[in-house]
């Protein structure tokens, strides 16, 4: 199975400035159909998970444009440009390339 | 618009099954799989498994083998996720969620279902 290691656990963030999250997968998330298949997702307390970015770059339709993804191979990174009061919650990179699909273990994001 | 609505929260005692619903709207059921994620509270998410509602098939986790089971009703549009031999490591909100063809993510998700083990 590929695991999805993300760091940091936790995050406390001042509003209006940048956050970082990073996620690493132990084999490579480039399929041989030329795509990377990985995710993430913000899941809102009590809501269920909602797509963010997908294939590691593009922004899920809706999405604020302070969110973005890069990375290629095994790393990964979310960034927030700036971050804002809705955006706590925990964050989860999650990856498709070949079943189990599976996700990282989630980095909580606090709001300051 | 596309929305996946799940069944009512259910209490189980260990040893029992429990079937979830799911019911799809506002997009061609049978063209998209779905896929079956839980969540113990305070914890993070696990994939159980996937079906194909256009033919049936199916794919678990090999934690799950033997004891889950997922099904669809193409009259109806829903999708059911059976789970037996429960115990309470089982305790979890259960979520369905649509798998986009071509690029493979999961969107929308039900709003859950919480499935409780306890004697």
């Known amino acids: 199975d590929i695991v999805m290691t993300q760091t940091p656990l936790s995050l406390s963030v001042t509003p209006g400035q940048p956050a970082s999250i990073s996620c690493k997968s132990t084999?490579?998330?480039?399929?041989?159909?030329?795509?990377?298949?990985l995710y993430w997702y913000l899941q809102k307390p009590g809501q269920p998970p909602q797509l963010l970015i997908y294939?590691?770059?593009n922004r899920f339709s809706g999405v604020p444009d302070r969110f973005s993804g890069s990375g290629s191979g095994t790393d990964f990174t979310l960034r927030i440009s700036r971050a804002e009061a809705e955006d706590v919650g925990v964050y989860y990179c999650?990856?498709?390339?070949?079943?189990?699909?599976?996700f990282g273990g989630g980095t909580k994001v606090e709001i300051k | 618009q596309v929305q996946l609505v799940q069944s009512g929260a259910e209490v189980k005692k260990p040893g029992a099954s429990v079937k979830v619903s799911c019911k799809a709207s506002?997009?061609?059921?049978?063209?998209?799989?779905i896929n079956w994620v839980r969540q113990a509270t305070g914890q993070g998410l696990e994939w159980m498994g996937w079906?194909?509602?256009?033919?049936?098939?199916?794919g678990y986790a090999q934690k799950f083998q033997g004891r889950i089971t997922m099904t669809r009703n193409t009259s109806t549009s829903t999708a059911h996720l059976e789970l037996s031999s429960l115990r309470s490591e089982d305790t979890a909100v259960y979520y369905c969620?649509?798998?986009?063809?071509?690029?493979?993510?999961?969107?929308?998700w039900g709003q859950g279902t919480l499935v409780t083990v306890s004697s």
């Open positions: 999650m990856q498709t390339k070949e079943p189990p699909v599976t």
């Open positions: 079906m194909n509602p256009n033919s049936g098939r199916t």
């Open positions: 084999q490579s998330l480039l399929h041989n159909d030329g795509k990377t298949y």
């Open positions: 969620t649509r798998r986009q063809g071509g690029s493979r993510w999961f969107d929308p």
């Open positions: 506002g997009y061609t059921f049978s063209n998209h799989d």
């Open positions: 294939e590691v770059s």
